[in-house]
């Protein structure tokens, strides 16, 4: 069980198992009680310091604007103490073994904001992060790589996210890398981001290398059979959306393609 309390910030460590009330570094909550402690009691902030949370599966309901902030070293009380570049990685393996499916995944209210700042979401075996709801989102400084490969069709897997056309995405100086598929015959895209019934989208300064199908995953594979695949990168459905300063390198799909908003 957790207690909720009214504080500006829940204070996070990926160490603990479930840690303290989360008011300070010194009593720091683990990372998925912090997260369903702020979306659940409508404190604005959750900083989680720098470290590996191995094999996470965090869901929740978000209906309160709320941003999760990663790299912290543990001591800062502002956000320009952080050490530049610094991330918290949410990490699918234990071992060499990928067990979790997603690594979190938010159901953001119309209305409401969602803020992801300086998390590395890697070899989730599904997906990395995943967001639905009407509500907009913003991810910032993030790294989303070498996700998806234990799954055939699946969309975004290195981000999927969606809104009912009410919400707003904006994605800068984030890196999409190695969201790859390795099994399945059928239909799939987005293989590092997936936007879906956004109202707007802008990807800004943002880098996609090396997502999307290759045949050197699977020796002797061939292409024979497939349905599509749409967008090796990124691939936006029912979505107008803009991208800015973005460099694309080594993202492989020749397969037949549908769709017009894709790359």
Known sequence: TVSFKVYGVYYADPEVASGGDGTSWATAMSVSNAIAAAAQSGIGEVWIKSGTLS???????????????????????????????????????????????????????????????????????????????????????????????????????????????????????????????????????????YAKSFKSALVDNSLFVTNGYNLTDQPGKTYAGFLYARGSALYAENTPITVRGCRFAGNNCPIRKRGNERC
Do not use: H, W
Request: charged fraction near 15%; proline fraction near 1%; hydrophobic fraction near 35%.
């Open 55 to 193: 094999a996470p599966t965090i869901a929740i309901v978000n209906n309160a604007n709320l941003t999760i902030r990663g790299g912290f070293a543990g001591t800062e009380t502002t956000l320009a103490e952080r050490q530049l570049g610094a991330l918290t990685v949410f990490d699918g393996k234990v071992g060499n073994t990928r067990t979790s499916s997603i690594l979190l995944s938010v159901e953001n209210a119309t209305g409401v904001n969602l803020v992801i700042e300086r998390i590395k979401f890697c070899n989730a075996k599904s997906n990395g992060f995943v967001k639905t709801g009407g509500g907009s989102l913003t991810v910032l400084d993030c790294a989303i790589e070498a996700n998806g490969r234990d799954v055939g069709t699946v969309y975004g897997r290195g981000m999927n996210a969606q809104s009912d056309g009410s919400g707003s995405l904006v994605v800068s100086n984030c890196v999409f890398a190695g969201n790859r598929c390795v099994a399945g015959d059928k239909q799939y895209g987005g293989f590092g981001l």
